[in-house]
């Protein structure tokens, strides 16, 4: 299964978009959230620069995700298809 997961977060930090992660996984639990989000792929947003506090389990404090950034004037699609 293959999806994108797109959500506004206001007024972003790097503090809000760790919480919204760890809120994902409290909602749908950690299995799921391994299983559904093993991939976070990004720009080079500041606001995803705590890559421990996104990629590592506020749970079980175990890895839950890999993270990769990815340049927004390259497109991705050319590599991949």
């Known amino acids: 299964m293959q999806f994108i997961l797109l959500d506004l977060i206001k ?4 503090q809000k978009v760790v919480e919204y ?8 639990g950690t299995n799921a959230f391994i299983e559904l ?6 720009d080079r947003d500041p606001n995803f620069i705590d890559m421990k506090g996104i990629c ?3 749970i079980t404090g175990e890895e839950r ?10 497109s991705i ?5």
């Not at 007024?11 to 790097?14: F, G, V």
């Not at 989000?37 to 990004?42: D, E, H």
């Not at 699609?77 to 298809?81: G, I, M, N, P, V």
Request: glycine share 0%; hydrophobic share 40%.
């Open 11 to 14: 007024k972003p930090n790097q």
């Open 21 to 28: 992660f760890d809120e994902l996984e409290e909602r749908i």
């Open 37 to 42: 989000v093993p991939v976070i792929l990004t």
């Open 56 to 58: 590592f389990s506020k």
């Open 65 to 74: 995700c890999k993270l990769f950034f990815y340049d927004p004037d390259e």
């Open 77 to 81: 699609f050319d590599k991949l298809f």
